[in-house]
């Protein structure tokens, strides 16, 4: 065993750090993660056994959270105290049927984030409840569950941030409601640019000042609106000779909105758009419009939806008429998923899938190494793409109750939204006068062998 590393496991067996700065060390030493945790399995010591609450590392009121946590601000002191009551946490997005695993990774790592900084906040115990905003029916988010869901945010006075959502259309009903108050919202997973600015061509009249009715901003999201996604879509298909376009969407707003700026981009770039239609998530089939889209022999398939309105089974159709060597096919972040992978099948190989980001697979260096295997243990499987983005949200909401040390709605929005130097999984970032990232990135996978491939980073046309 390397001798430093044999000291640093040492110090964690005494007590003498935790394991949050166990890893940071061993990052500023160069060690990586693997290594570190191959050495507490052989000493006997599992990665959980040391939490923030309980080591002596973190038994301070205040301390540097660069010395108590891997992920946030390492300038904003932590407060562990929990003598001013509690603070509750909420969230919603949908967790039954295609989005169990997806709203479930989402939950795990919010439950994973607050108990890396002991639940506790500001001198507050911190609490969560995770709501699903999808009904059983459908499986998917319902607008009267998500009402329902923000409502009773609103009326817990012990609430003061909502975590969500992951449909953009379901944030379009929560908005409004929290923004009366007001209350944070911010949402890991939303990548509607309606929700946050005016984007011509690709947003609706009157978005997004008309889910402000106070006028003032309380929503914020950590992941790429999709002009971004759509526009660098777009500057990938004609950099590589796709330069006539048919365009499918799922009638959603996110499927519509990524839709129309893959659209309105592709022509920018000089591309044909030979069709522009929804689909209806619930046919049987799709071998007409397949065969109908066939006989225009487009040179791209692009499909704006979520993994749950069935575009697994629309891949299935298209391919039956148009073999991968005649047609390629783009998907954006709502088909980022396994669902989708097993939805499509073989007719899923080949496909190019986004997602606005770094999917967990692909996170690099030693903080991103170490929250992936700690999320593998705790699920049995790789972490959905979101999870990483709602650990990272509740720990930006976590940090602004530290600032604010008091139960104020208004204060602890106004301190989440200006979030700056937040060190995540992938890198530091902060939030734009809309509420988005100001680093976005958007990842290109293709479907290989049943799994995500890296192909690279993608961006948008810069004029």
């Known amino acids: 065993m390397d001798p430093r590393v044999e000291k640093l496991v040492q110090a964690f067996q005494t007590g ?39 080591s002596p590392a973190a038994s301070p009121a205040a301390s540097p959270v660069g010395e108590a946590t891997l992920v946030g601000n390492p300038n904003i002191p932590h407060i562990t105290d929990t003598s001013k009551g509690v603070i509750k946490f909420y969230s919603s997005w949908p967790m039954i ?26 001198g507050f115990a ?42 953009s259309g379901a944030a379009a009903i929560s908005i409004p409601i929290l923004n009366a108050v007001p209350m944070a919202m911010i949402s890991p997973a939303n990548t509607y ?49 796709l330069t006539s376009a048919y365009i499918l969407h799922d009638n959603e707003l996110y499927g ?11 022509q920018q770039l000089g591309g044909e758009v030979l069709g522009f239609e929804g689909y209806q998530r619930d046919a049987p089939d799709y071998l007409a419009l397949a065969t109908s889209i066939a006989d225009r022999a487009p040179s791209v398939v692009y499909v704006g939806a979520v993994n749950t309105n069935n575009p697994g089974k629309l891949v299935q159709d298209l391919r039956s008429v148009m073999p991968p060597d005649q047609v390629t ?11 989708f992978i097993d939805a499509a099948a073989d007719a899923g190989e080949g496909c190019y899938v986004t997602f606005g980001g770094v999917p967990p697979a692909y996170l690099e260096g030693a903080l991103g190494e170490e929250w ?44 989440m939204f200006a979030t700056q ?27 290989q062998d049943g799994q995500f491939v890296e192909v690279g980073y993608i961006n948008p046309p810069t004029a």
């Open 16 to 54: 003498a750090i935790d394991r949050r700065a166990l890893i940071i060390r061993a990052a500023a030493l160069g060690l990586s993660a693997a290594a570190v945790s191959s050495a507490l399995r052989t000493a006997g010591v599992a990665a959980q056994d040391a939490s923030p609450a309980a």
């Open 97 to 122: 049927a295609g989005n169990e695993q997806i709203g479930g990774d989402m939950r795990e790592a919010v439950v994973m984030a607050l108990e890396d900084y002991g639940n506790a906040a500001g």
């Open 126 to 167: 911190l609490e969560y409840e995770a709501l699903d905003d999808a009904i059983a029916s459908t499986g998917n988010w319902d607008a009267g569950r998500e009402s329902e869901n923000a409502n009773t945010a609103v009326n817990d006075p012990d609430a003061m941030v909502y975590l969500g959502t992951y449909n």
């Open 193 to 241: 640019a309606g929700l946050t600015q005016a984007v011509e061509g690709v947003t609706e009249p009157g978005e997004p000042d008309k889910y402000y009715p106070s006028g003032e901003r309380n929503y914020m999201r950590n992941t790429v609106a999709d002009h971004i996604q759509g526009g660098a879509q777009a500057n990938w298909s004609v950099e590589n000779g």
């Open 256 to 266: 519509r909105g990524v839709a129309a700026a893959y659209q309105l981009y592709f």
């Open 329 to 339: 096919i783009v998907l954006p972040d709502g088909c980022f998923s396994q669902g």
């Open 372 to 415: 992936v295997t700690r999320m593998e243990e705790r699920l049995g499987h790789l972490p959905d793409a979101y999870a990483t983005y709602s650990y990272e949200a509740a720990i930006i909401a976590i940090q602004a109750i530290d600032q604010v040390q008091e139960k104020d709605r208004a204060a602890i929005l106004d301190t």
């Open 421 to 447: 130097g937040f060190v995540g999984l992938s890198g530091t970032y902060g939030f734009t006068e809309t509420g988005d990232p100001d680093k976005p990135s958007v990842f290109l996978s293709q479907i």
